[in-house]
């Protein structure tokens, strides 16, 4: 069964403008995971936030973490057309021994 | 760092045959593991390795695939006998530190089986 979904499925936005994608999940976590993945590819590494952070930066990412409510954030500021790809987060439950668990991913357009 | 190595990128068999996928972990990190993606059940982690030991293959579907690690630089992924419903994208990736670390991940091999 899927941990972290992944929302929304799909998104459209123009170059310059902010995108926003929201992970929620259902257990408790270790860390949070967030992968690019470029059609035809494997998936690329963005950003980790540990269970005890609230917010990281990485570049033109954001990312937000709310153990409360068992959700995250990726927020890409001043998309471009380089940006077009999926998004997913993974997670890594506090159960040892476990691996990263994927969402179904957000698939973003950017237009030019 | 050539990255994770997976062969072959496409592979097209039919039913009932043997498919031998492969993967080089980038040197130096401890996990392997292996993932398949399709459109319908997202990203499934079939197993994963811990220095060349399987930790979890609880993701396996069935009996009719295996994984190995012989060494450090090398794991493959048999499906015998292939059915249509294993088509699908296979990813390896690797990492230094398992759960604690990101994955770095091959670009796949797809598999088709008619």
Same mark, same amino acid.
């Given at each position: 069964?899927?941990?972290?979904?992944?929302?929304?499925?799909?998104?459209?936005?123009?170059?310059?403008?902010?995108? !926003?994608?929201?992970? %929620?999940? @259902?257990? =408790?976590?270790?860390?949070?995971?967030?992968? &690019?993945?470029?059609?035809?590819?494997?998936?690329?590494?963005?950003?980790?936030?540990?269970?005890?952070?609230?917010?990281?930066?990485?570049?033109?990412?954001?990312? !937000?973490?709310?153990? %409360?409510? @068992?959700? =995250?954030?990726?927020?890409?500021?001043?998309? &471009?057309?380089?940006?077009?790809?999926?998004?997913?987060?993974?997670?890594?439950?506090?159960?040892?021994?476990?691996?990263?668990?994927?969402?179904?991913?957000?698939?973003?357009?950017?237009? %030019? | 760092?050539?990255?994770?190595?997976?062969?072959?990128?496409?592979?097209?068999?039919?039913?009932?045959?043997?498919?031998?996928?492969?993967?080089?972990?980038?040197?130096?990190?401890?996990?392997?593991?292996?993932?398949?993606?399709?459109?319908?059940?997202?990203?499934?982690?079939?197993?994963?390795?811990?220095?060349?030991?399987?930790?979890?293959?609880?993701?396996?579907?069935?009996?009719?695939?295996?994984?190995?690690?012989?060494?450090?630089?090398?794991?493959?992924?048999?499906?015998?006998?292939?059915?249509?419903?294993?088509?699908?994208?296979?990813?390896?990736?690797?990492?230094?530190?398992?759960?604690?670390?990101?994955?770095?991940?091959?670009?796949?091999?797809?598999?088709?089986?008619?």
């Amino acid at each position: 069964s899927q941990q972290g979904e992944e929302d929304p499925q799909a998104l459209s936005i123009q170059e310059g403008e902010n995108a !926003t994608m929201n992970c %929620s999940y @259902k257990t =408790s976590i270790n860390n949070l995971q967030w992968y &690019r993945q470029n059609s035809g590819r494997g998936l690329v590494h963005l950003i980790l936030i540990r269970s005890n952070e609230r917010e990281k930066h990485s570049g033109r990412l954001r990312v !937000t973490l709310d153990t %409360s409510k @068992k959700s =995250s954030s990726l927020l890409i500021t001043a998309s &471009r057309a380089a940006d077009t790809a999926s998004y997913f987060c993974a997670t890594v439950l506090n159960q040892a021994g476990t691996a990263l668990i994927f969402g179904k991913g957000t698939t973003l357009s950017v237009s %030019s | 760092d050539a990255g994770v190595i997976q062969s072959p990128r496409h592979e097209v068999t039919e039913m009932g045959q043997e498919v031998t996928l492969r993967c080089k972990p980038i040197s130096g990190h401890d996990y392997l593991f292996w993932y398949r993606q399709t459109m319908m059940r997202g990203l499934e982690l079939l197993i994963y390795f811990n220095n060349n030991v399987p930790i979890d293959d609880s993701g396996m579907p069935e009996d009719r695939f295996s994984a190995k690690m012989p060494n450090a630089s090398f794991s493959n992924l048999k499906i015998q006998p292939s059915e249509p419903r294993d088509s699908a994208v296979y990813f390896c990736a690797s990492s230094p530190q398992g759960r604690a670390s990101p994955l770095h991940f091959g670009n796949g091999t797809r598999l088709t089986v008619t």
